[in-house]
T-cell receptor, first 114, second 114 residues
Framework: AAGVIQSPRHLIKEKRETATLKCYPIPRHDTVYWYQQGPGQDPQFLISFYEKMQSDKGSIPDRFSAQQFSDYHSELNMSSLELGDSALYFC?????????????FGPGTRLTVT | DAKTTQPTSMDCAEGRAANLPCNHSTISGNEYVYWYRQIHSQGPQYIIHGLKNNETNEMASLIITEDRKSSTLILPHATLRDTAVYYCIVRVEAGGTSYGKLTFGQGTILTVHP
């Protein structure tokens, strides 16, 4: 079965640079979620989208922005990167339309800021 | 979403049943109990969820007490590949301002031994 795809899998950036993470949800899933997991920490919710509209917002820094496109893929844009942004970034998808609320996670993007 | 309490760690012998408890004494009537697990640095994996009836799928069983203040995830025949952090999460399945997001608290580190 198709799973959530995230790209790139690994990304190395320097401080103050920008980064764009991409997420391709499971086909026919209409909702996308972004989570951040710092070293030794539990995943923390950043933001979610349903039908291309932001549906919920968590502890996402103002330097970060995200959107969901017409094909339901999503991008997380991160600017003015800081060392503390080094983390695993997970994308998850679900289908509100099909009333399947469990979230399916991608393999994550490991961002390293040097 | 209701707060959950889980033991920090548990051990289990391979081939035996692993019983992971979770307390959620402040759970509301419209909140579901979800279980996810995360194998080292991989994306969290959905296991099972339920409202008040016991549930079973190909991965596990979920036993929820009658008062819904606690639950137990049962892995009937644990294998080495079940070694992971297991998260018990309580949330509203639909509606509300916090719709959708998962709030990961301290989970249980399950170690399955040969």
């Amino acid at each position: 079965a198709a799973g959530v795809i995230q790209s790139p899998r690994h990304l190395i950036k320097e401080k103050r640079e920008t980064a764009t993470l991409k997420c391709y949800p499971i086909p026919r899933h209409d909702t996308v979620y972004w989570y951040q997991q710092g070293p030794g920490q539990d995943p923390q919710f950043l933001i979610s989208f349903y039908e291309k509209m932001q549906s919920d917002k968590g502890s996402i820094p103002d330097r970060f922005s995200a959107q969901q496109f017409s094909d339901y893929h999503s991008e997380l844009n991160m600017s003015s990167l800081e060392l503390g942004d080094s983390a695993l970034y997970f994308c998850a998808s679900s289908s509100r339309r099909q009333a399947t609320y469990e979230q399916y996670f991608g393999p994550g993007t490991r961002l390293t800021v040097t | 979403d209701a707060k959950t309490t889980q033991p920090t760690s548990m051990d289990c012998a391979e081939g035996r049943a692993a019983n992971l408890p979770c307390n959620h004494s402040t759970i509301s009537g419209n909140e579901y109990v979800y279980w996810y697990r995360q194998i080292h640095s991989q994306g969290p994996q959905y296991i099972i969820h339920g409202l008040k009836n016991n549930e079973t799928n190909e991965m596990a069983s979920l036993i929820i007490t009658e008062d819904r203040k606690s639950s137990t995830l049962i892995l009937p025949h644990a294998t080495l590949r079940d070694t992971a952090v297991y998260y018990c999460i309580v949330r509203v399945e639909a509606g509300g301002t916090s719709y959708g997001k998962l709030t990961f608290g301290q989970g249980t580190i399950l170690t399955v031994h040969p």
